[in-house]
């Protein structure tokens, strides 16, 4: 392990000269990188010096234990060897997940779009419920939650809701949420007392700022219309909802949710730019998978990832086939338990499979 390290030091210190350059300064692109690399290898270098520290302390106990003839000196250096390689195995376990590659755009602000699937209007109910369940959790862990367009459902819930989730490493907690959500309950309009199965979508992307994305304002037609409130109710009389169109590959977005035209362009620009970002990542994703099994966050917005089944009050999420039993404190944004266990899941896979033995 401490062969690793010590490359991974060299490699700390490159990134921090690269820091210093003046043509690296001038190139915020390439600037961001390595300043995102620098940050990334801080940890790993105190980890490092912790773990030096250590096999400092083991050598220093045998050395007492071959030499030392005092019976007490013996004894407390036997106390100390057996404490420091207690130490050195947690530490060793800690540094195999810090070496781990993590996913670039784990640090990203988050963009989530969820739309209702099969099961008519209680679909849109869930994916209301499923918003809800959001904006809860995102209170909770610090994450400001921004609505960029929203559409309403017949009888309540959303049909379409996209919202950005802004914070540190949103994209990496928010990504496991990616797929079909399924749910099994009595709908509100069931007049027999039977239980139905609908579904809702869920897409969470990495936010792609301008230094990501070249998009050129000629590629954009940008059109503008009067935004309307719940229900078609309070209609808007200037026209600040804003609908962008990216000729070249197609893509639309409009946002309504603000008052002003201009906030309205801006968010509406950041779903855009990072819909086209996320086209590279995604083929990037696909390649990765390929190379080694991916059972967590693969992508895949087909896959069926989790239940919620209402009268067993149970949650699985099927990827790792894990299951909790206490819906109404989950779909009340308590969902950190099994986003924790995806992400030991992914983590267990990538050292089974990413060659991080310590020899």
Avoid: W
């Avoid at 069931?190 to 239980?195: D, L, N, P, Q, Y």
């Avoid at 992307?205 to 309070?234: H, L, Y």
């Avoid at 099994?338 to 992400?343: E, F, S, W």
């Amino acid at each position: 392990m401490l062969e690793k390290l010590e490359a991974i030091k060299r490699r700390f210190e490159e990134v921090e000269q690269k820091l210093s350059d003046p043509t690296v300064i001038s190139d915020m692109k390439k600037f961001k990188v390595f300043n995102k690399e620098y940050k990334d290898l801080q940890p790993i270098m105190e980890g490092l010096h912790k773990y030096k520290q250590v096999l400092m302390n083991i050598d220093a106990a045998k050395e007492i234990l071959e030499n030392e003839k005092d019976v007490d000196m013996r004894d407390m250096a036997k106390e100390e060897l057996e404490g420091s390689r207690k130490m050195q195995d947690t530490m060793e376990d800690e540094i195999r997940i810090m070496m781990i590659p993590q996913d670039p755009e784990d640090d990203r602000n988050a963009v989530v779009e969820l739309r209702a699937g099969t099961g008519g209007d209680e679909a849109s109910i869930f994916a209301g419920d499923l918003f809800r369940m959001y904006s809860k959790f995102c209170d909770r862990h610090g994450f400001k939650l921004e609505v960029v367009d929203h559409n309403n459902g017949t009888s309540g819930g959303y049909k379409e809701v996209i919202f950005n989730v802004i914070g540190a490493k949103a994209y990496g907690t928010m990504k496991y949420e990616s797929g079909v959500h399924r749910v099994q309950r009595v709908p509100q309009t069931e007049t027999m007392g039977r239980v139905h199965t609908s579904a809702a979508t869920v897409v969470v992307m990495p936010e792609a700022d301008e230094f990501d994305v070249d998009v050129r304002e000629n590629d954009i037609r940008k059109d503008t219309f009067c935004s309307s409130g719940a229900g078609g109710q309070s209609v808007n009389t200037t026209y600040s909802a804003v609908r962008l169109t990216h000729i070249p590959s197609g893509i639309v977005v409009q946002c309504q949710d603000e008052r002003s035209q201009i906030k309205n362009y801006d968010k509406a620009l950041g779903v855009l730019r990072s819909r086209i970002y996320e086209i590279e990542y995604s083929k990037r994703m696909e390649e990765q998978s390929k190379r080694r099994k991916t059972m967590v966050s693969s992508g895949d917005r087909s896959a069926k990832i989790r239940t919620y089944n209402y009268p067993q009050s149970r949650v699985t999420d099927h990827r790792i086939g894990y299951t909790i039993y206490n819906l109404p404190t989950y779909m009340d944004g308590d969902i950190i338990e099994v986003i924790d266990a995806l992400q030991v899941a992914e983590n267990a896979e990538k050292l089974k499979g990413g060659g991080f033995a310590l020899s």
